[in-house]
């Protein structure tokens, strides 16, 4: 199972199976966050995100991030795959230089625009069209000369192409209630 997630400022994300994601903020206004005002925090815990940046983050990068386990990114206008393969912090390394085969880590591919990963080891960027390996925050990523299996047949439909008319899906106004107290 697949789960999308529409936002209002017109992001998407699409959760792969069994990922456990949490939305620690999310602010916006129209006119405010088309100004750089907006802010959207999210976290993924364990699995994976397709995720496609909306207005919250295009006018100022630093409103817009997803911590992982390993690292926090943050976005330059952007799509991108994040999957957390195994202990997210083990032995991947050992595992990608003897079989090949990525176990343990954060794997990253970006599609669209550009990610930076904030962690212990520094900032690292990555660049549309690339995709690297993080074992632990300790760790500079190591850059992927080939998109692994996994990331090549995700489950999930990247968020750039479902067909979502978010005038229609947010047309709704607030309900607001009012109460009149006797004076």
Not at 18 to 46: D, L
Not at 52 to 80: D, F, V, W
Request: with cysteine; glycine share 10%; hydrophobic share 35%.
């Amino acid at each position: 199972l697949v789960c999308w997630v529409c936002l209002v400022c017109g992001g998407r994300i699409s959760l792969l199976a069994n990922t456990e994601f949490g939305i620690e903020a999310y602010e916006y206004q129209t006119k405010a966050s088309e100004e750089g005002h907006g802010k959207a925090v999210f976290h993924m815990f364990k699995g994976g995100v397709r995720a496609l940046s909306g207005t919250i983050g295009k006018k100022n990068h630093k409103n817009y991030s997803l911590k992982t386990p390993i690292s926090t990114i943050s976005i330059r206008g952007t799509g991108y795959d994040v999957v957390c393969r195994g202990a997210c912090s083990s032995s991947g390394l050992h595992q990608l230089k003897n079989s090949g085969v990525i176990k343990n880590g954060l794997v990253s591919r970006v599609w669209q625009g550009g990610i930076v990963h904030k962690m212990e080891a520094g900032q690292f960027e990555l660049g549309e069209g690339q995709s690297n390996l993080i074992i632990n925050s300790k760790t500079p990523p190591i850059k992927l000369p080939k998109l692994p299996k996994f990331m090549e047949k995700l489950p999930a439909t990247r968020p750039d192409r479902l067909k979502v008319d978010h005038k229609k899906l947010f047309a709704a106004k607030p309900h607001t209630t009012h109460q009149t107290h006797p004076t």
